[in-house]
């Protein structure tokens, strides 16, 4: 196996877990979340991306917000800092990036001959 395809899903893990980290460590300011969310979106698709990252980002950003704003609305759960509709703002970025980075991963260990 090349190195490449290694760093390929170190690299998707790494944005991966960056994105859950930025989420994790200042959810409680919803503005800056959504910038670094953004910002670290912006690098990841500049540096790297398939013809299809696009579109599956925006499948998520609008579904799984949809999906989580009807739950919230029957009371299934809520978010301790929410802004927009009963969920923070940035949760749209969050839902296209892990829809994103978990398709890449398993791409990538598809690749591997992982699974």
């Keep these: 196996m090349s190195k490449h395809k290694y ?10 877990f960056a994105a859950i980290l930025i989420t994790s460590l200042f959810w409680k300011n919803n503005n800056l ?7 670290l979106w912006l690098i990841a698709i500049l540096l790297w991306h398939d013809k299809y990252d696009f579109i ?15 739950c919230i609305r029957f009371g299934v759960w809520s978010y301790a800092n929410s802004s927009l ?13 892990a829809v994103v980075m978990l ?4 791409e990538t260990l598809k690749l591997l001959h992982i699974v």
């Design 56 to 70: 599956a980002f925006i499948i998520a950003a609008v579904l799984g917000p949809i999906a989580e704003i009807i």
């Design 33 to 39: 979340v959504f910038f670094l969310l953004g910002l």
């Design 7 to 16: 760093f390929g899903v170190l690299y998707e893990v790494g944005v991966y």
């Design 103 to 106: 398709r890449r991963i398993f």
């Design 85 to 97: 509709f009963g969920i923070p703002i940035w949760l749209p970025l969050l839902w296209g990036f």
